[in-house]
C-alpha cells in the first residue's frame, strides 16, 4: 500500500459521498430514533406504544401478564379527569374476568378518594348495560360496602331504577339456605325477605300476588296427638307448625301449606277428654286465653272450625284450660297468603 501525500486515503479506500437523499434518509433515521427513546414515550416487548398518541393496535389482543400478588395493571390520574376510559361499539366495553377459585379476592378493584371510583355508561339499546356482572358458580356476583355512605344507589331518570329478575324453581318464601337480609322475588309473583340465617332460613314475606285470596286444599293432618300418646294437661300449651306432616298418600312431607302464608282454615277436634275444660289457639309467637272448644265431661269427641293466623315459621300454639286433659287433633284444610 503506497502513500498518497498523507491525505490518510489509499487507492483502495475511495473518499466516501453522501448525496442529498441520503441526508434526508439519515435525518429520518434520528428522528425515529429520538422519538422511541424520548422520556414521555415507552416501548414495549412488541412493537411500540406513544403516551399522548393514539396507538392502534388492529385485529391483534395485547395482554399484560404478571406473577404479583400486587395489581397487574394500575392508573394513576391526579387531575380531574378519568384513570381509564374504554368504550366499544359493538359488545362489551369492558371485561374483568378471576378464574382461580383458589384466589380470594376480585377480578376488577377500584379505588376513588374523592368522585366516583367506577363509572359506566351505555348510550345504545334499551337492553343494553352500563354495568353488568355475571357468576359462573356460587360466588357473589356483585358485593357492594361502604363504610360510612350508600352501599348501593340505583337512580334512574325516566326508566325503572331496579329490577329484580324472578328465580324459577324457588318455593313460597325458597326454602334453601340463606344469609339474613337476602331478597329473593319467585316466579310465583312472591317477595321475601330473610329475617334470620339458616339452615333454615327464616323468611317474611314482602308482598305476593296472591296476597289476601284464600287457597283451600284437601284436609290434611299436621298433628294428631294420639299418636304421641301425650295428652295435653292442663295449663300446657304445646306449638304445632301446620305445614309438616302426611300428605294424602301418606308421605311426610313439610310443605303441606306453602311456606309464607299468614293464615290458615283449620279444624280442631278434642277427644277422650277428661273432667272439663277448653283449648285456645293462636299463632305460636302470640298469647291467648280465648276458648276454641269446650268440653263439660269425660270422653267426649267434639269438633270445631276456624281461621288462624301462623307465625313466620308456620306455627300455632294450642293451650288447655280448665282443670281437664284432652287428646286433640289438627286438621288443615286452606290457608291465604
Same mark, same amino acid.
Given at each position: 500500500?503506497?502513500?498518497?501525500?498523507?491525505?490518510?486515503?489509499?487507492?483502495?479506500?475511495?473518499?466516501?459521498?453522501?448525496?442529498?437523499?441520503?441526508?434526508?434518509?439519515?435525518?429520518?433515521?434520528?428522528?425515529v430514533?429520538g422519538?422511541?427513546?424520548a422520556?414521555?414515550?415507552?416501548?414495549?416487548?412488541?412493537?411500540?406504544m406513544?403516551y399522548?398518541?393514539?396507538?392502534?393496535?388492529?385485529?391483534?389482543? +395485547?395482554?399484560?401478564?404478571? !406473577?404479583t *400478588? @400486587?395489581?397487574? /395493571?394500575?392508573?394513576?390520574?391526579?387531575g380531574?379527569?378519568?384513570?381509564? &376510559?374504554?368504550?366499544?361499539?359493538?359488545?362489551?366495553?369492558?371485561?374483568?374476568?378471576?378464574?382461580?377459585?383458589?384466589i380470594?379476592?376480585?377480578?376488577?378493584?377500584?379505588?376513588?378518594?374523592?368522585?366516583?371510583?367506577?363509572?359506566?355508561?351505555?348510550?345504545?339499546?334499551?337492553?343494553?348495560?352500563?354495568?353488568?356482572?355475571?357468576?359462573?358458580?356460587?360466588?357473589?356476583?356483585?358485593d357492594?360496602?361502604?363504610?360510612?355512605?350508600?352501599?348501593?344507589?340505583?337512580?334512574?331518570g325516566?326508566?325503572?331504577?331496579?329490577?329484580?329478575?324472578?328465580?324459577?324453581?324457588?318455593?313460597?318464601?325458597?326454602?334453601?339456605n340463606?344469609?339474613?337480609? +337476602?331478597?329473593?322475588?319467585? !316466579?310465583? *309473583? @312472591?317477595?321475601? /325477605?330473610?329475617?334470620?340465617?339458616?339452615?333454615?332460613?327464616?323468611?317474611? &314475606?314482602?308482598?305476593?300476588?296472591?296476597?289476601?285470596?284464600?287457597?283451600?286444599?284437601?284436609?290434611?293432618?299436621?298433628?294428631?296427638?294420639?299418636?304421641?300418646?301425650?295428652?295435653?294437661q292442663?295449663?300446657?300449651?304445646?306449638?304445632?307448625?301446620?305445614?309438616?306432616g302426611?300428605?294424602?298418600?301418606?308421605?311426610?312431607?313439610?310443605?303441606?301449606?306453602?311456606?309464607?302464608?299468614?293464615?290458615?282454615?283449620?279444624?280442631?277436634?278434642?277427644?277422650?277428654t277428661?273432667?272439663?275444660?277448653?283449648?285456645?289457639?293462636?299463632?305460636?309467637?302470640?298469647n291467648?286465653?280465648t276458648?276454641?272448644?269446650?268440653?263439660?265431661?269425660?270422653?267426649?269427641?267434639i269438633?270445631?272450625?276456624?281461621?288462624?293466623?301462623?307465625?313466620?315459621?308456620?306455627?300455632?300454639?294450642?293451650?288447655?284450660?280448665?282443670?281437664?286433659?284432652?287428646?286433640?287433633?289438627?286438621?288443615?284444610?286452606?290457608?291465604?297468603?
Amino acid at each position: 500500500m503506497s502513500d498518497n501525500g498523507g491525505n490518510g486515503t489509499t487507492p483502495d479506500e475511495p473518499r466516501p459521498t453522501v448525496s442529498r437523499r441520503g441526508l434526508v434518509g439519515a435525518l429520518g433515521a434520528g428522528l425515529v430514533v429520538g422519538a422511541l427513546s424520548a422520556p414521555d414515550e415507552v416501548e414495549a416487548g412488541v412493537g411500540a406504544m406513544q403516551y399522548g398518541a393514539l396507538n392502534d393496535a388492529g385485529d391483534s389482543v +395485547t395482554t399484560l401478564s404478571a !406473577e404479583t *400478588g @400486587g395489581s397487574t /395493571l394500575q392508573l394513576i390520574n391526579e387531575g380531574a379527569g378519568q384513570g381509564l &376510559t374504554v368504550s366499544n361499539t359493538d359488545h362489551f366495553s369492558f371485561a374483568a374476568v378471576i378464574s382461580s377459585g383458589s384466589i380470594v379476592g376480585g377480578a376488577l378493584a377500584v379505588q376513588a378518594s374523592n368522585h366516583g371510583a367506577l363509572v359506566m355508561a351505555s348510550s345504545l339499546a334499551p337492553d343494553s348495560y352500563g354495568l353488568r356482572s355475571t357468576c359462573i358458580g356460587a360466588a357473589t356476583a356483585v358485593d357492594a360496602s361502604s363504610e360510612f355512605g350508600v352501599g348501593v344507589r340505583a337512580r334512574s331518570g325516566e326508566g325503572t331504577p331496579l329490577v329484580i329478575v324472578p328465580t324459577p324453581g324457588v318455593y313460597d318464601p325458597p326454602v334453601h339456605n340463606a344469609e339474613v337480609g +337476602t331478597v329473593v322475588l319467585n !316466579e310465583h *309473583g @312472591g317477595l321475601f /325477605l330473610c329475617t334470620e340465617s339458616g339452615p333454615p332460613p327464616v323468611w317474611r &314475606t314482602i308482598f305476593h300476588k296472591k296476597s289476601g285470596a284464600f287457597y283451600p286444599i284437601n284436609p290434611v293432618r299436621p298433628y294428631d296427638s294420639r299418636n304421641t300418646l301425650e295428652r295435653l294437661q292442663s295449663g300446657e300449651s304445646r306449638v304445632v307448625e301446620v305445614g309438616s306432616g302426611p300428605d294424602e298418600t301418606g308421605q311426610y312431607t313439610n310443605l303441606l301449606v306453602p311456606y309464607g302464608i299468614t293464615a290458615v282454615a283449620f279444624n280442631i277436634t278434642v277427644t277422650q277428654t277428661a273432667a272439663s275444660g277448653f283449648l285456645s289457639i293462636c299463632a305460636a309467637d302470640r298469647n291467648t286465653s280465648t276458648s276454641i272448644i269446650n268440653w263439660t265431661s269425660a270422653n267426649q269427641n267434639i269438633a270445631n272450625a276456624s281461621v288462624i293466623p301462623v307465625d313466620e315459621n308456620r306455627e300455632v300454639k294450642i293451650t288447655c284450660g280448665g282443670v281437664g286433659s284432652t287428646h286433640f287433633i289438627l286438621d288443615i284444610s286452606g290457608y291465604y297468603y
